[in-house]
Every structure is written in C-alpha cells, then in structure tokens.
C-alpha cells in the first residue's frame, strides 16, 4: 500500500486534514473486515465530489460554449464525468495503489473495479473540497477532467455507439440499424448476452454484455469498426 503523502506530492495538494484524504481512498468493503478502523466509507465524499464536479464541469462549459444548447452540454458533460472516464483518470493517478478495500474487493478487476475507481475519484474531489474549498478542488477537475474535454469532442465520446452507428447507417446507407438476441445464456441474475446488428438483412457485427443495453452498445462499437465509419 502506497503512502499518501506519496500522491500528495504528485498532485502537489498537500491536505490539512490527512483524515480526509484517507477516507476518500476507504471502500466500505474494507470496514467489514476491520471493525475497529477509525473512519467511515467514502460514499459520502462521493456523494459530495459527485455534486462539485458537475458544478464545476457545468459552469465551465456553460460559460466556454455560450452558444452551444443545453442538450449538446449535458451530452458533453455526461462523457466527461461518466465511469470510464473518472476510472481511466483514476487509473492515470494510480489511485488504486491507495485503496483500502477488503480481501475480496482488492482481487476484482474489470468493471468492479473501473466503478470503484470513478468512485474513489468522486470521494476524493469531496474531500478536496472540504479541505481546500472549491478553487483548489476546480484546479484538480479543470487539470485532470476538463483536459479531455479536447479527446471528448475530436473522438465524439458523448455520443454512444448505437447513437453513432445510427446516425451513420442513415447518413451513407439510408438504413437504420436492428438488433437481435442471437443467443442468451445464464441464469436470470447473471444473464449473458450475445446480440447481432443488422442493416437490413447484413449482419455487421455482434457484440456480447450482461445487458442487452451493454451488448447492443458493443455490437454497435464493432460495427463501426467493421465499416470503418468515423
């Protein structure tokens, strides 16, 4: 476990109240196997970075993009501070050197611990928050979150990939997309699903999830790809 003076010296924030900084990095997982810790969870960091970061992100891009309508800024905003992105900044912090989780918790990767991460980075903005105010923690969101804003808007992040490919297959093939369940397998609360997209009758990709949502959106991703629509 690496030492948080350790990132407080990489993000050159040096905390007041160490407290707050290590409760950020507390996953509640971690207090089921040790009792006596003395501090709580993070979810109410979370809670509270959840609330500065939309503030924070929202004022700047309200103020940015005069012109821009409330819809194309929410959609922005939305891929600015989704899971992937908090845990792929998580993950560039490496935030995961100082989580305190249980035994379990620590050997889950993936998905688990992508939403632990985003997570973390939430509770980690909270506690910034309590400790420096908002003109410190706005800095860390502006130099860590509003730095992808560029990436976001060059690589259409804030449109999803059914969104994309729809938008696509109308544009150059005057076709929308269909999907369909090619095979379903599991039982009903681990269920798992393999989904084929359709221009007409082409099959151009399939794409596999624990939702129809998740496996749509990758069968969607695939076909992109497969067409090479940018």
Known sequence: MAELSQLE??????????DLLQQAFVHRSYLNENRDFHLQHNERLEFLGDAVLELVVTEYLYSKYPDKPEGELTAWRAALVNTKMLSSIGRELNFSDYLL????????????????????????????????????????ITTYILSKLAGVLEDELFLDS?????ELAQEKAAIT????????WGPDHAKH??????LD???????EGSSKQEAEQNAAKNALAEKNWK
């Open 9 to 18: 010296s990489t993000l050159k924030l040096p905390f007041k109240n160490k």
């Open 201 to 207: 009758k082409e099959l151009v990709a399939n794409g």
């Open 162 to 166: 059914k969104s994309r490919f729809q």
């Open 101 to 140: 989780l249980s035994h379990g918790e620590a050997k889950e990767e993936g998905k688990a611990r992508d939403y632990i991460l985003a997570n973390t980075v939430e509770a980690f903005i909270g506690a910034l928050y309590l400790d420096q105010g908002l003109k410190n923690s706005g800095k860390f």
């Open 177 to 184: 997309p269909t999907y369909t369940v090619l095979k379903e």
């Open 193 to 198: 699903f393999h989904i084929g997209v359709y």
